[in-house]
């Protein structure tokens, strides 16, 4: 694997690490205010990352192929939101500001429950920069190692406010900062884990790239709509969430056709 490549997988899960690490520079709670900021922040580069990185190349791949323009990125779409339905309702996971877990029953502490809440954001980030990057070694129209280096940036940018919306809390909980740092680097690990299984994956089976590239489109707008929009429009001051939204949604499309 060459270097380029290893350096986008280690990218976003830096972003998660150096947001983890703000425990150790805040003695408070993330203010109410920034929080929604962060997560409207979030929902923005998510969305915006689904089009421009994934769904646009979807359909431009598919017409190089021959195939009809619209049925990968329609197909794929769909069975990403299916697949993350489906780990939505099978993995035990708590979201933040929430009392009652998701998920099957079980008897896991509610700080591991809270990093499984923020794994499940991540699993699709990870297919999504894994995908790009198959595509871009395979030379697949519309995808390049730039567009991947620029996925894989957005995504640090927004995992940044998400470790530390993991790690500050757990702090303030009573939580040693050690072990809240822990618990959210623990959070991003997924990321390049599923980036380089969908790489090996996306080898085997480069017709269907199409399809994956909307797969990771409709898993990452699952999040989005099921619990990043809903958590940052939650009580007062949703104007702010939608404010970071449109933010992290302009911010994405630059740098995917600044750098892609």
Same mark, same amino acid.
């Given at each position: 694997?060459?270097?380029?490549?290893?350096?986008?997988? *280690?990218?976003?899960?830096?972003?998660?690490?150096?947001?983890?690490?703000?425990?150790?520079?805040?003695? &408070?709670?993330?203010?109410?205010?920034?929080?929604?900021? !962060?997560?409207?922040?979030?929902?923005?580069?998510?969305?915006?990352?689904?089009?421009?990185?994934?769904?646009?190349?979807?359909? /431009?791949?598919?017409?190089?192929?021959?195939? *009809?323009?619209?049925?990968?990125?329609?197909?794929?779409?769909?069975?990403?939101?299916?697949?993350?339905?489906?780990? /939505?309702?099978?993995?035990?996971? !708590?979201?933040?500001?929430? #009392?009652?877990?998701?998920?099957?029953?079980?008897?896991?502490?509610?700080?591991?429950?809270?990093?499984?809440?923020?794994?499940?954001?991540?699993?699709?980030?990870?297919?999504?920069?894994?995908?790009?990057?198959?595509?871009?070694?395979?030379?697949?129209?519309?995808?390049?190692?730039?567009?991947? @280096?620029?996925?894989?940036?957005?995504?640090?940018?927004? &995992?940044?406010?998400?470790?530390? @919306? @993991?790690?500050?809390?757990?702090?303030?909980?009573? #939580?040693?900062?050690?072990?809240?740092?822990?618990?959210?680097?623990?959070?991003?690990?997924?990321?390049? $884990?599923?980036? *380089? $299984?969908?790489?090996?994956?996306?080898?085997?089976?480069?017709? @269907?790239?199409?399809?994956? !590239?909307?797969?990771?489109?409709?898993?990452?707008?699952?999040?989005?709509?099921?619990?990043?929009?809903?958590?940052?429009?939650?009580?007062?001051?949703?104007? $702010?969430?939608?404010?970071?939204?449109?933010?992290?949604?302009?911010?994405?499309?630059?740098?995917?056709?600044? !750098?892609?």
């Amino acid at each position: 694997m060459e270097l380029p490549v290893i350096i986008c997988l *280690i990218i976003p899960f830096l972003g998660t690490v150096l947001g983890s690490g703000m425990v150790f520079l805040m003695k &408070n709670k993330i203010n109410v205010k920034l929080q929604k900021m !962060l997560l409207g922040f979030a929902s923005g580069v998510m969305m915006s990352a689904s089009v421009w990185s994934l769904l646009i190349p979807s359909i /431009d791949m598919a017409k190089s192929q021959g195939e *009809i323009e619209w049925l990968p990125a329609s197909v794929g779409f769909l069975l990403g939101i299916g697949f993350l339905l489906f780990l /939505d309702t099978l993995i035990p996971h !708590l979201h933040l500001n929430s #009392k009652k877990p998701e998920g099957i029953k079980t008897k896991l502490k509610n700080e591991i429950m809270l990093v499984l809440a923020v794994t499940l954001h991540n699993i699709p980030e990870g297919m999504a920069v894994g995908v790009v990057l198959a595509g871009a070694i395979n030379g697949q129209v519309g995808l390049s190692l730039a567009g991947g @280096i620029a996925l894989a940036v957005g995504i640090a940018i927004q &995992n940044f406010p998400e470790g530390a @919306i @993991i790690s500050m809390p757990l702090e303030a909980e009573g #939580k040693s900062k050690l072990k809240s740092f822990g618990y959210g680097v623990l959070s991003g690990i997924v990321e390049p $884990i599923a980036a *380089i $299984i969908t790489i090996l994956l996306t080898g085997l089976v480069t017709p @269907i790239l199409p399809y994956l !590239l909307a797969f990771a489109a409709g898993a990452m707008m699952y999040v989005v709509v099921e619990e990043l929009i809903p958590e940052s429009q939650e009580g007062e001051h949703s104007n $702010i969430g939608t404010i970071g939204v449109a933010i992290g949604f302009v911010l994405m499309m630059i740098l995917d056709i600044a !750098l892609g």
